[in-house]
């Protein structure tokens, strides 16, 4: 009997078939690795707003690839970043694929705000200072459609306020030029107990309601009565609709401008002023605040009343003269 080799040491014999598929494969996995590395990515983001993406987007990313992308802008603004579309390969520990966003020009380990895989995209990034990085990388494997995000810049907290003051006015970032797309932003009006709150709306323009259910689906603002978004809703606008003035019930006041990944629009601007309670009933607020200026407007509309009972009474008067006549 010939000598064979049986058992786990036993070497498997590869087919010419397995022997092709091998080396194609290899070769195929050599070309790619030269086309990655010939790919250019990243770079310095200068401008005030816009959008980048990984390589070859929406069609896969190319294996083994590093990008960085470095955000920069205005001494004294910040940097917000948002992402439409996001596809890497998914690891319990990132391990893989991923995307790494640091909060300034180094990859320290103390500026990492996060990192990413999977499918699920990264929550919205405001940088503390001027600049941002964000770094893509690709293994030599198993890709996905990758990401685009979007990025825009604004003096430092432009994107969630709070207002105390009595009065004030504010508008969406970057009004009267297009807003950003991919924002949640809030506005909350907090004044002291006992007082409530009327908002005027002076200009509004975000994109259209949808033609589908006629709802303010896509870009809208909101209002809700209280400080946060499970309070009562005062009103929901979208499109060029004009508001009447809306009121709090309380000292607290909400706004919530949504925008969504396309079709950007002028925004909005408002005004608004706060006052006791009382004043914002019934009768007009200077005549509660002043009994001296109560009295003169009751008196004002007493006058009024009675002017017009005169001019009722002369109305008739010359209607019966006139059947008289006849």
Same mark, same amino acid.
């Given at each position: 009997?010939?000598?064979?080799?049986?058992?786990?040491?036993?070497?498997?014999?590869?087919?010419?078939?397995?022997?092709?598929?091998?080396?194609?494969?290899?070769?195929?996995?050599?070309?790619?690795?030269?086309?990655?590395?010939?790919?250019?990515?990243?770079?310095?983001?200068?401008?005030?707003?816009?959008?980048?993406?990984?390589?070859?987007?929406?069609?896969?990313?190319?294996?083994?690839?590093?990008?960085?992308?470095?955000?920069?802008?205005?001494?004294?603004?910040?940097?917000?970043?948002?992402?439409?579309?996001?596809?890497?390969?998914?690891?319990?520990?990132?391990?893989?694929?991923?995307?790494?966003?640091?909060?300034?020009?180094?990859?320290?380990?103390?500026? +990492? !705000? =996060?990192?990413? %895989?999977? *499918?699920?995209?990264?929550?919205?990034?405001?940088? #503390? $200072?001027?600049? @941002? &990085?964000? /770094?893509?990388?690709?293994?030599?494997?198993?890709?996905?459609?990758?990401?685009?995000?979007?990025?825009?810049?604004?003096?430092?907290?432009?994107?969630?306020?709070?207002?105390?003051?009595?009065?004030?006015?504010?508008?969406?970032?970057?009004?009267?030029?297009?807003?950003?797309?991919?924002?949640?932003?809030?506005?909350?009006?907090?004044?002291?107990?006992?007082?409530?709150?009327?908002?005027?709306?002076?200009?509004?323009?975000?994109?259209?309601?949808?033609?589908?259910?006629?709802?303010?689906?896509?870009?809208?603002?909101?209002?809700?009565?209280?400080?946060?978004?499970?309070?009562? +809703? !005062? =009103?929901?606008? %979208?499109? *060029?609709?004009?508001?009447?003035?809306?009121?709090? #019930? $309380?000292?607290? @006041? &909400?706004? /919530?401008?949504?925008?969504?990944?396309?079709?950007?629009?002028?925004?909005?601007?408002?005004?608004?002023?706060?006052?006791?309670?009382?004043?914002?009933?019934?009768?007009?607020?200077?005549?509660?605040?002043?009994?001296?200026?109560?009295?003169?407007?009751?008196?004002?509309?007493?006058?009024?009343?009675?002017?017009?009972?005169?001019?009722?009474?002369?109305?008739?008067?010359?209607?019966?003269?006139?059947?008289?006549?006849?």
């Amino acid at each position: 009997m010939g000598n064979k080799s049986f058992g786990a040491n036993a070497k498997p014999r590869l087919s010419s078939a397995d022997h092709v598929r091998c080396t194609s494969a290899c070769a195929r996995t050599q070309k790619e690795r030269e086309i990655s590395r010939r790919i250019k990515c990243g770079g310095v983001l200068s401008a005030p707003s816009g959008n980048f993406c990984s390589p070859n987007f929406p069609g896969l990313y190319p294996y083994d690839t590093e990008c960085t992308w470095l955000i920069v802008v205005a001494e004294g603004s910040s940097v917000l970043l948002t992402f439409s579309h996001f596809d890497l390969e998914y690891h319990d520990a990132c391990g893989y694929d991923y995307l790494q966003v640091y909060n300034g020009v180094t990859r320290d380990r103390g500026n +990492l !705000l =996060g990192t990413f %895989c999977g *499918r699920r995209p990264p929550p919205r990034a405001v940088s #503390s $200072g001027r600049e @941002l &990085l964000v /770094v893509f990388k690709s293994d030599f494997n198993i890709g996905g459609r990758g990401f685009k995000a979007y990025f825009y810049s604004g003096a430092a907290g432009e994107c969630q306020e709070v207002y105390t003051a009595v009065k004030g006015n504010f508008s969406s970032p970057q009004y009267p030029n297009f807003y950003p797309n991919n924002l949640k932003c809030q506005w909350t009006i907090q004044l002291p107990p006992g007082y409530r709150i009327k908002v005027f709306f002076l200009d509004l323009d975000l994109e259209g309601r949808s033609s589908l259910t006629d709802g303010c689906d896509y870009d809208h603002l909101a209002a809700f009565d209280g400080g946060a978004e499970n309070a009562s +809703l !005062l =009103g929901k606008w %979208c499109g *060029r609709e004009r508001s009447s003035p809306i009121v709090s #019930s $309380g000292n607290k @006041l &909400l706004l /919530v401008l949504r925008t969504d990944r396309n079709t950007a629009k002028r925004g909005f601007a408002l005004a608004y002023v706060g006052g006791k309670a009382a004043l914002l009933q019934k009768l007009p607020p200077f005549a509660r605040a002043n009994p001296g200026l109560r009295r003169a407007s009751l008196l004002g509309r007493r006058a009024r009343s009675h002017g017009g009972r005169q001019r009722r009474a002369a109305g008739t008067r010359r209607v019966s003269r006139g059947l008289l006549a006849s």
